[in-house]
């Protein structure tokens, strides 16, 4: 099973400034990997998928990179609606499919 | 528009089973494997399984194989996913996920809205 580690566990950053989210996998995942953003009380939202391809609708703060073991979730200027908790998924190796312990956003 | 729409919230005595249901709108039923996904309070979400639709064939966790049976109604666009011998691990909110916009990988840009199963003696 590839276990998916995220760091940090939390991050504090002001409004308007960039956000840098880190995931890594235990063995390479190629570029299939996943990035969601969660709300209290919400089913995660898709960002990215294929490791740097942004879902429809997503906003082009949001961008995704990186291959094999290490990945990198970037937002631009964060924005209020911004913070949440994100996870990272493989999909490149499965069953099983598995998910990052998440790192949460929150504003400094 | 793409919607899966779940049953609603349960509570189980340790040992018992649940089963939850999950309909999809449109033509989306029989165009994708719909998975099984849960998350415990405070936790990352855990991949359970996959239905084909079309099939009948699932994919299970390694974890859950014995415990979980997924099951599809095509008559009424519905899939089904049952857990037995519940304990209080098992507590968690349950979402089925399908990929549409990268319908290749397991990406899943629609979700059911949960249903929190809570496991309570």
Redesign the interface.
């Given at each position: 099973e590839i276990v998916m580690t995220q760091s940090p566990a939390t991050l504090s950053v002001s409004p308007g400034e960039r956000a840098t989210l880190s995931c890594r996998a235990s063995q390479s995942v190629s570029s299939?990997l996943?990035w969601?953003q969660q709300k209290p009380g919400q089913?995660?939202r898709?960002l990215i998928?294929?490791a740097s391809?942004r879902?429809?609708g997503i906003p082009a703060r949001f961008s995704g990179s990186g291959s094999g073991t290490e990945f990198t979730l970037t937002i631009s200027s964060l924005q209020s609606e911004d913070f949440a908790v994100y996870?990272c998924?493989q999909?490149n190796n499965?069953?099983?499919?598995?998910?990052?312990?998440?790192t949460r956003l929150d504003i400094k | 528009q793409a919607q899966l729409v779940q049953s609603g919230a349960e509570v189980k005595k340790p040992g018992a089973s649940v089963k939850v249901s999950c309909k999809a709108s449109g033509d989306i039923f029989t165009g994708h494997h719909i998975?099984w996904v849960r998350q415990a309070p405070g936790?990352?979400?855990?991949?359970m399984?996959k239905i084909d639709p079309n099939s009948g064939g699932t994919?299970?966790?390694?974890?859950f194989q014995g415990r979980v049976t997924m099951t599809r109604d095509t008559s009424i666009s519905t899939t089904y996913m049952e857990l037995s011998k519940l304990s209080s691990d098992d507590t968690a909110v349950y979402?089925c996920?399908i990929s549409i916009?990268?319908a290749a990988?397991?990406?899943?840009?629609y979700?059911?809205?949960?249903v929190l199963i809570t496991v309570s003696s």
């Open positions: 299939n996943a969601f089913a995660p898709l998928y294929g391809t879902a429809t996870y998924q999909y499965w069953p099983p499919i598995t998910f990052g312990q998440g | 998975h936790q990352g979400p855990e991949w399984g994919m299970s966790a390694q974890k979402y996920a916009e990268a990988f397991p990406s899943y840009d979700w059911g809205q949960g």
